[in-house]
């Protein structure tokens, strides 16, 4: 059947896996935890990563982008790093298990995984990590953000270039991405 359904898919989507579900499954309000990462680079001129990568002609801090990073890990209410309507029937808490700033090769890369995201959330918190790292933003200024649970406290948002939904995890422990 998976194989079947792969002529329809555009050629960058792959079905690892078929499993039959309840009729009341729903792949994104069932999720009980999801990675997302984000990729970063400093080599703006290469034309093969243009849609690939978030670009900045700047060298990062990953250490203190890491270090800004651990402001995020936890339970907190993200509603500065949302910006779509507020609905206050839906809850802005959100768990961050591991957030995680590596420098790889020619770029940085910053692991998300929680389990819920608001949207654009991944987003801003990459570009505020980002702007930490071209110390434009202080830790103190990241808390004060947070704190602040206005959605208008965060100006930032990183370029969708970059963002990548890695695995979704259900409460039966399967994974259909990972």
Do not use: W
Request: aromatic share 10%; charged share 30%; glycine share 4%.
């Amino acid at each position: 059947m998976g194989t079947c359904l792969q002529f329809l898919l555009p050629k960058d989507i792959r079905i690892l896996k078929v499993e039959k579900v309840s009729d009341s499954f729903h792949a994104r309000f069932d999720a009980v935890r999801k990675r997302y990462d984000y990729y970063i680079t400093n080599d703006v001129l290469n034309p093969f990563l243009e849609n690939y990568m978030g670009k900045d002609r700047k060298s990062l801090d990953v250490a203190y982008m890491q270090e800004c990073a651990n402001v995020f890990i936890g339970t907190h209410d993200f509603t500065s790093f949302t910006s779509s309507k507020i609905d206050e029937r839906k809850s802005r808490i959100k768990t961050i298990y591991r957030l995680e700033v590596q420098q790889e090769a020619n770029a940085v890369h910053i692991i998300f995984e929680g389990n819920a995201f608001l949207r654009y959330m991944v987003r801003m918190l990459a570009q505020v990590l980002i702007e930490a790292g071209k110390h434009r933003l202080t830790k103190e200024a990241i808390s004060q953000m947070l704190e602040a649970k206005d959605k208008h406290a965060c100006r930032y948002k990183a370029s969708a270039n970059g963002l990548y939904l890695v695995r979704v995890d259900y409460q039966d422990n399967s994974s259909p991405m990972g």
